[in-house]
């Protein structure tokens, strides 16, 4: 039904920009509006993972380009990174594995780690990952605590100020989309909100955090620690972040579990077969 055109093709010949009605792509890819306006044909944009932020919303909008994403398939892929990650973080799993490895237990004993039981944790974006994160973390017996520009019919507390919730908590964890409307919402000044105790965990995308004020908070004990599935820039190339003994860094691998991949591969080939059958894709974007 569809001929595949990858990129390296297009480079080769660039006459095939005329024929592409259709473009798969994920979320370490940008999809500017002057890739658009090179494809006369084009009708959708199928990403293949929930987040859109590097795609040009407004532009597609205004061509009448159809955007899909696949929401909902790879919640609980995310959840369980993030709840592991913590977990990791808190308890300095990755330092542990090498104590281990390297015989430097025969030495001295493994440094004290946190509990999380007890502790108090905030969600920043209490949606559709957020929520799966939260009834993962409830078991931990933990005080939950979310911010977002909506109070939801939820029984946890919601805060309409980041700083303020940053205060009240022990964990921050960032579930929310990146994109112009959440960048750097976590700065310096939630950094130090969260304070010396506190730990960050990023499973939504590096442009939530800012990296530099993250990088300067962690040298210097504002905060304890993070967790990172997501950057600034992917590959993370030289940062400070690699040398930091007191953060776990993952390479943006939440939805990477075969089960979740695949139903997100199913579910992005569903909305292309949908939308040039019907012409109505199954998961718009709103
Ligand atoms: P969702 O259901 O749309 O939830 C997003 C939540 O963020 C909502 O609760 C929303 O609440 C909140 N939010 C949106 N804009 C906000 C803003 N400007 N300020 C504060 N809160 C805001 O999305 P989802 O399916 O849970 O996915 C969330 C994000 O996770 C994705 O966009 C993606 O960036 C990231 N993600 C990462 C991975 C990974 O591999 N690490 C995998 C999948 C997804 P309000 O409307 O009340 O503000």
């Not at 964990?171 to 959440?182: D, E």
Request: aromatic share 4%; glycine share 8%; charged share 20%.
């Amino acid at each position: 039904m569809f001929t595949l055109i990858d990129e390296q093709a297009l480079q080769k010949d660039p006459a095939q920009a005329a024929s592409i009605g259709g473009i798969v792509t994920r979320s370490n890819y940008r999809i500017p509006a002057e890739l658009m306006d090179r494809l006369p044909q084009l009708r959708i944009i199928t990403t293949n993972g929930v987040g859109y932020d590097g795609i040009a919303l407004d532009h597609a909008r205004q061509r009448n380009i159809v955007v899909t994403n696949t929401p909902d398939v790879l919640n609980k892929a995310v959840a369980e990174l993030a709840v592991g990650l913590l977990l990791a973080l808190l308890r300095n799993l990755p330092a542990a594995d090498s104590f281990v490895r390297t015989g430097a237990w025969v030495g001295s004993p493994f440094p004290l780690g946190a509990s999380l039981a007890g502790k108090k944790v905030g969600i920043v974006g209490l949606g559709r990952i957020g929520k799966e994160i939260v009834q993962r973390l409830v078991p931990f017996e933990v005080d939950i605590s979310y911010f977002g520009r909506v109070r939801q019919a939820v029984p946890w507390r919601h805060f309409d100020s980041l700083p303020a919730m940053a205060r009240h908590v022990d964990v921050l964890i960032l579930s929310c989309p990146g994109g112009a409307a959440t960048r750097h919402i976590v700065d310096a000044a939630v950094l130090q909100a969260l304070g010396p105790d506190g730990v960050v965990v990023n499973v939504a995308r590096g442009s939530v955090i800012n990296e530099a004020d993250l990088c300067d908070a962690l040298a210097n004990g504002i905060i304890q620690g993070a967790a990172l599935d997501v950057f600034d820039s992917e590959p993370l190339g030289e940062s400070s972040l690699r040398h930091m003994p007191n953060v776990v860094l993952a390479p943006h691998i939440g939805s990477a579990t075969h089960e979740t991949r695949r139903q997100m591969a199913e579910l992005a080939i569903r909305n292309l077969v949908s939308f040039f059958r019907t012409g109505r894709a199954v998961t718009p974007v709103a």
